[in-house]
């Protein structure tokens, strides 16, 4: 898990903005380069949607920039894997730092002679799931609706049960109708295998 404060009270500090990004990402991140997205999915574009109804300017750039981000890790996410998914990310329109980042964040880059070939273990994939959870309940104001949670579970190609663990994880609390995370952070009790 990225950089988190289980002690906050105030659920934007939870998982601070400067802990999943740095200054080269965020000024990638132009919330004035939304519109210019190229196939936005459902469920970011239900989040640029909302952003752009709040008032206040400052949560409507920064949830716009967690949107935009989710969207470049949600490419990252369906690119195949090894040999070719270097060429799918150069199709998949991420800015180069922002590709940079995501490489080195969530897979092990090898070369094979002028090749570069990404390798995604099943650590990386837990942890870009996981990101991408967390990044989702910022972009969305903390809370996802349940159908909201399908249309991502879908993206993702996985089942809304597993999704939901994944929120669990992260410290989300799962309801039947929404997912929310929640200050202070708690995370679920892991039981212990006996042998």
């Known amino acids: 898990l990225p950089r988190f404060d289980s002690e906050t009270l105030e659920v934007n500090k939870i998982y601070p903005i400067e802990g999943l990004l740095g200054k080269e990402q965020m000024q990638v991140l132009d919330p004035k380069m939304a519109p210019s997205l190229k196939r936005v999915g459902g469920f970011v574009s239900s989040i640029l949607e909302a952003a752009k109804k709040l008032k206040d300017k ?7 920039r967690m949107a935009m981000y989710l969207h470049y890790m949600l490419k990252f996410y369906s690119a195949k894997g090894g040999r070719s998914k270097m060429k799918a990310l150069g199709r998949a329109e991420i800015p180069q730092k922002m590709q940079d980042h995501l490489i080195q964040e969530f897979s ?88």
């Open 58 to 64: 400052k949560l409507r750039k920064s949830r716009t």
């Open 108 to 195: 092990n880059k090898k070369t094979d002679g002028d090749e570069i070939i990404l390798d995604m273990t099943a650590l990386h994939k837990t942890s870009l799931v996981c990101r991408l959870c967390i990044v989702s309940l910022i972009a969305s104001g903390f809370a996802i609706n349940s159908a909201s949670v399908d249309v991502l579970a879908k993206t993702l190609k996985m089942t809304a049960p597993k999704l939901k663990k994944y929120f669990r994880e992260v410290g989300a609390r799962v309801a039947k109708s929404v997912v929310r995370l929640k200050a202070p952070l708690t995370f679920p009790e892991h039981k212990k295998r006996s042998r």
